[in-house]
């Protein structure tokens, strides 16, 4: 495993140059969800829930281990089935298949990073930029980089080690570079499934940097766990419990809220109790 994840370097040309600048692309899209709910016979997982994240608001996505999060995320991008509404931008989304919305610019991440660990991660990189392509001339050799992939290689401070193999990357590049296989997708909507999960203290700082970039020009929804990852850099946070939205609102306000209070410590909340999870214990 490489030892390369603390000098990480990011071009902003190449940022401005994949994302698009100062909102200039994308500043119309938005995650929208009405009434979305998922049942699995006669458990309701997801309970008509309302949600609404512009571009530009790095949103986290957060609550106890069967709130429901991940179900929600499944029904966005089509893994599993569910009704209500769920739109980017104008685009509905339920009811479409898994490959549909991802045609349509949604893309996620999840807890094990999915490259293709032989391949190197200018490999990886070009693979996932040429999705759109058949199977043949994917495999095919090219005489040039697509600039897109040159650009993600920069955003993601992976151009160091472009010829480097994905399976001997530290694990938080392996997150970065799966991070980069969406963007050279184009991808608009992002679902991060815990991005930080063991990662070192330096790897958590470049990937929230990563995220805030990436967050400004896309509509990026992070499912996290660690509580001191979240407070320093998340736009807004949405709490999850038992398939509903159970409160919105910034950091300060989520923290200050009885009933989130009494959902992560288990009793009713006392003046000047901030919620907090098993990680901060």
């Known amino acids: 495993m490489t030892d390369q994840t603390t000098a990480v370097e990011h071009d902003p040309g190449a940022t401005d140059a994949l994302l698009g600048p100062d909102s200039a692309r994308f500043r119309h899209d938005y995650l929208e969800a009405r009434g979305l709910r998922v049942a699995f016979g006669g458990f309701v997982a997801v309970r008509d829930v309302d949600l609404t994240v512009a571009q530009g608001d790095l949103r986290f996505l957060i609550g106890p281990n069967g709130a429901g999060k991940t179900t929600l995320i499944d029904a966005v991008t089509g893994l599993v089935p569910a009704t209500g509404s769920a739109r980017l931008g104008r685009t509905e989304l339920l009811g479409r298949g898994t490959h ?27 693979i996932a930029a040429g999705a759109r392509r058949g199977p043949l001339t994917m495999l095919r050799r090219r005489g040039a980089v697509p600039e897109a992939v040159e650009q993600a290689l920069e955003v993601v401070g992976l151009a160091g080690l472009r010829d480097t193999p994905a399976g001997v990357l530290a694990h938080g590049q392996k997150q970065w570079l799966e991070i980069g296989m969406l963007l050279v997708q184009d991808a608009h909507l992002l679902f991060l499934d815990e991005p930080v999960a063991g990662m070192t ?8 940097d990563l995220l805030r970039r990436i967050g400004s ?13 979240l407070r320093a850099f998340a736009d807004s946070v949405t709490v999850m419990h038992q398939g ?16 989130v209070v ?20």
């Open 100 to 126: 549909r919305i991802a045609r349509h610019g949604v893309g996620r991440t999840f807890q094990t990073a999915s490259v293709f660990e032989e391949l190197t991660v200018l490999q990886n990189l070009d």
């Open 201 to 208: 203290q330096a790897e958590r700082e470049a990937t929230g």
């Open 244 to 259: 509903r939205v159970l409160a919105e609102g910034t950091v300060a306000e989520v923290q200050r809220d009885p009933a």
């Open 262 to 281: 009494e959902v992560y410590l288990g009793a009713p909340a006392q003046p000047g109790t901030a919620a907090t999870t098993k990680e901060d214990a």
């Open 217 to 229: 020009q896309r509509v990026v929804v992070v499912v996290e766990h660690d509580m001191e990852f």
